[in-house]
């Protein structure tokens, strides 16, 4: 690992008559955090199994689909990342799409956007069905690299060929299928969620559909999905343990963008430093350093603002 070495250059410049503007210097932690992508979510294949019985309701319908296009644009849909399925279940099973339908973020909440509640029963079980012999196939877009993941959103249990519902799960999670269970409100099935899910840590219990939108929620599911994926969500997040070399390479785990907005011109440099009034601010091994020049004049005790 290398030692953060963050330059900027120090060459005095001629004061303007008003009152210069301070510099943003000493926020090189949280500014340097705008420049570095680390993953922490490797590839998946997701699918989405929804509730469109008449206990949902059109309103709280909507807001299911905006949980699902949410958190989809948080596991970054891409031919190489996210991709996403959705079934839908009434009286019977609807599949809306595949993985291999849409492999952009755009054409994704788009073709969520397409779904309509249904207003029927609740044949949880025929959606379960539905997503293990039409959804997780190769043919269809499932992936050997990326885990079958499934979250299935319920407000109430099975009133449908109830029967079927376990046993679709249990059959879909021996086929690998990790599944994932979201109750909504006061009316759902701890047994039945459970049966589904296979074991307590994989059921996410909210009051109602408003808390269901709520970030914890949404990062609740994001972690407990990315954790099984390749990467996985890192226990706690460091910026500075990068290497810095990686800059170099446009796309790496390292790479730097900057905002147009920015105050100040950021270069990856390396070599020597510009001017012998430039020089990191530890000393660090390696060949690569960050060399920031600002607008504004500054001088010492300049403090970020």
Known sequence: MLTLPFVYDEVPSTPKTSTPKTSRLELIGPVLRQFFVIPVCGPVDLAFLIDSSGSIGKSNFAKMLTFMKTLSRKLTVSPDSARIAVVSFGT???????????????????????????????????????????????????????????????????????????????????????????????????????????SRDRIKHVGDFEKLMRESTLKSMFSKICNLTSIGRPKRQIPWQCNFEGLARKGSICDMVQSRNDAFDWTLKKGATPSRWTGPTAAYEGKYYIYMSSKYPRKNGDRAV
């Open 92 to 198: 019977e099973a609807m599949l809306h799409f595949r993985l291999n339908s849409h492999v952009t973020l755009k054409s994704t909440e788009a073709a969520i956007d397409q779904i309509r509640w249904k207003d029927q029963w609740a044949n949880t079980g025929a959606a379960l069905r539905e997503m293990k012999d039409h959804v997780f196939k190769t043919e269809h877009g499932d992936r050997s690299n990326a885990p079958n993941v499934a979250v299935l959103i319920t407000d109430g249990p099975s009133n449908r060929n109830s029967w079927q519902t376990v046993p679709n799960a249990e059959s879909a999670r021996n086929a690998g299928i990790n599944i994932f269970v979201i109750g909504v409100g006061w009316e759902v099935d701890s047994f039945e969620m459970k049966g589904i899910a296979g």
